[in-house]
T-cell receptor, first 112, second 110 residues
Framework: NAGVTQTPKFQVLKTGQSMTLQCAQDMNHNSMYWYRQDPGMGLRLIYYSASEGTTDKGEVPNGYNVSRLNKREFSLRLESAAPSQTSVYFC???????????FGQGTRLTVV | KQEVTQIPAALSVPEGENLVLNCSFTDSAIYNLQWFRQDPGKGLTSLLLIQSSQREQTSGRLNASLDKSSGRSTLYIAASQPGDSATYLCAVGGTDKLIFGTGTRLQVFP
């Protein structure tokens, strides 16, 4: 099983450019999440989707948008990238919020 | 607002030692607590999941305990090995999301 797959693995953007991070899971999970990880700050929740068709803001949603395209896919979009968005981004999924979560391998994004 | 704290932030021990990593949380209304391992430059690997109704879970040399009333969890690693070197993260599960601590970076030297 592939589990949670994120693309791309690495990306460099110029300030003001836009891009979409893709995430797909093959475990028939209802809930999906986007986190960012910065040194010394742990993982912070950007957005989550408790079920297909719903999305909610997490701790740090500013500058991001998400789409729960279907049950398998949950994308994160940066409309106008800023250097403060340089980070490692992780997608995760779980059957529901109270069950075990599984993570992708991460996307390392640098905004110059 | 749920806040999760992990102490210590970093730990360096010789091989063979038994060690304890701590995780505390401010809101005891949780559904579960999950411990993860993260190797440098890699994603997170789930180690143990404790449901709110449970007191502990064990997997091999790892044992995790949960005390909801005091807002604490511990991860006990027995007979540590250099291969245990990694960052360990705890995460508290609510109805629909996980909130993470900042992690403990563990180094086990031969």
């Amino acid at each position: 099983n592939a589990g949670v797959t994120q693309t791309p693995k690495f990306q460099v953007l110029k300030t003001g450019q836009s891009m979409t991070l893709q995430c797909a899971q093959d475990m028939n999970h209802n809930s999906m999440y986007w986190y960012r990880q910065d040194p010394g700050m742990g993982l912070r929740l950007i957005y989550y989707s408790a079920s297909e068709g719903t999305t909610d803001k997490g701790e740090v949603p500013n500058g991001y948008n998400v789409s729960r395209l279907n049950k398998r896919e949950f994308s994160l979009r940066l409309e106008s990238a800023a250097p403060s968005q340089t980070s490692v981004y992780f997608c995760a999924s779980s059957f529901r919020g109270s069950t075990e979560a599984f993570f992708g391998q991460g996307t390392r994004l640098t905004v110059v | 607002k749920q806040e999760v704290t992990q102490i210590p932030a970093a730990l360096s021990v010789p091989e063979g030692e038994n060690l304890v990593l701590n995780c505390s949380f401010t809101d005891s209304a949780i559904y579960n607590l999950q411990w993860f391992r993260q190797d440098p430059g890699k994603g997170l690997t789930s180690l143990l999941l404790i449901q709110s109704s449970q007191r502990e879970q064990t997997s091999g040399r790892l044992n995790a305990s949960l005390d909801k009333s005091s807002g604490r969890s511990t991860l006990y690693i027995a007979a540590s090995q250099p291969g245990d070197s990694a960052t360990y993260l705890c995460a508290v599960g609510g109805t629909d999301k996980l909130i993470f601590g900042t992690g403990t970076r563990l180094q086990v030297f031969p």
